[in-house]
């Protein structure tokens, strides 16, 4: 009969990391908090037309992924977003035909054309932009304003350039115009699509950090490049393919919010810049789950403040982000967290 050898505390399992809940509180949270102030049929209103606003936030943001996982300061993300909105028209516009008709599966179909032109340009934008403006200031982050912010103005203007001074009206889908009704609650069909892209988004970003070789390979690097780079990866050949992945996901939030507002400018990009930033500080640096919570917790404030007091919109997204720093200083999750 075999002895049973005793279980040393180094044999011990670790012990399972507990999962930080309170920032997943937040977001239903202010929906509850603001339910009293208003009639039902307005709070589903003002609620859904809130989390749209925040997917196509999050969707903008990426670059949680450029600031928080690379440390590159790039005040010309906002550029990524316009050039997405104007290169959609090379696609909504001569199709426009198709965007007339009465069938949701030639919408998506033309929508989902005009996306993906719009994600390939960016990207391929993103890489040239971080091999030729980025890259010789990497940790150098008061060059990396002045050359990121260069580069917007710079864009802005060849925008104007290729497509003219002029605003450009770029109307919804036939099959995404109106609203459902829920009750009496009037819900916005494109906003629901817009909820539902950006769940999809959030999924596969989540997905591709943590159930990935290529994310492990992110998240190591963040850590220790000198270290992954000594295992035989070229990590900076992952982080350029990072910048490149942050601004297809800029270009593909430039689309959607071209359509939110149907109507594209030059400057649209630097109007959501700041916000973009926002939501990247409160998310805390890096953290995807972060950036997706502070862009629904951004949107739905500015939403229910709209409608309650609009003077106090104004500043009700710097009111939240200090708030959110007076009680978590490195965001809602310190890189890494989630």
């Not at 075999?2 to 040393?8: D, G, Q, V």
Request: with cysteine; net charge positive.
């Amino acid at each position: 009969m075999s002895a049973t050898l005793p279980i040393t505390q180094a044999d011990a399992p670790l012990p399972a990391a507990r999962r930080d809940v309170a920032p997943l509180l937040l977001v239903p949270a202010v929906v509850l908090a603001a339910l009293p102030f208003m009639s039902l049929p307005t709070w589903v209103t003002l609620t859904v037309a809130g989390l749209a606003m925040g997917m196509m936030l999050f969707m903008a943001s990426g670059l949680t992924l450029v600031f928080g996982l690379m440390s590159v300061l790039n005040f010309g993300h906002g550029a990524f977003v316009s050039v997405g909105a104007f290169t959609a028209t090379f696609v909504l516009l001569p199709m426009r035909g198709w965007l007339e008709m009465d069938s949701l599966l030639a919408n998506l179909g033309v929508l989902g054309l005009a996306v993906l032109l719009a994600m390939v340009v960016t990207a391929l934008l993103g890489w040239a932009f971080e091999r030729i403006i980025i890259q010789p200031v990497y940790g150098q982050h008061l060059k990396q304003i002045l050359i990121t912010v260069a580069g917007m103005i710079v864009s802005e203007q060849l925008i104007n350039v290729i497509w003219g001074p002029e605003q450009i009206a770029v109307p919804l889908p036939a099959a995404l115009r109106g609203a459902v009704f829920v009750g009496d609650a009037a819900i916005e069909k494109y906003r629901l699509l817009a909820v539902v892209v950006g769940l999809v988004v959030f999924a596969a970003m989540l997905l591709t950090l943590n159930r990935t070789k290529i994310g492990l390979l992110i998240r190591a690097g963040v850590e220790n490049a000198e270290m992954v780079e000594a295992m035989g990866y070229r990590i900076r050949r992952v982080f350029v393919g990072v910048f490149a992945a942050g601004s297809a996901l800029a270009g593909l939030g430039g689309v959607m919010w071209g359509l939110y507002k149907e109507t594209l400018v030059a400057h649209m990009g630097s109007e959501i810049i700041v916000l973009v930033f926002i939501v990247v500080i409160i998310g805390g640096l890096g953290s995807v789950g972060g950036c997706f919570i502070g862009s629904l917790l951004i949107a739905l404030v500015a939403n229910y403040a709209g409608f309650l007091a609009p003077k106090v919109a104004l500043v009700s997204n710097i009111g939240l982000m200090v708030a959110v720093l007076l009680w978590r200083p490195a965001g809602l999750y310190a890189k890494g967290r989630l």
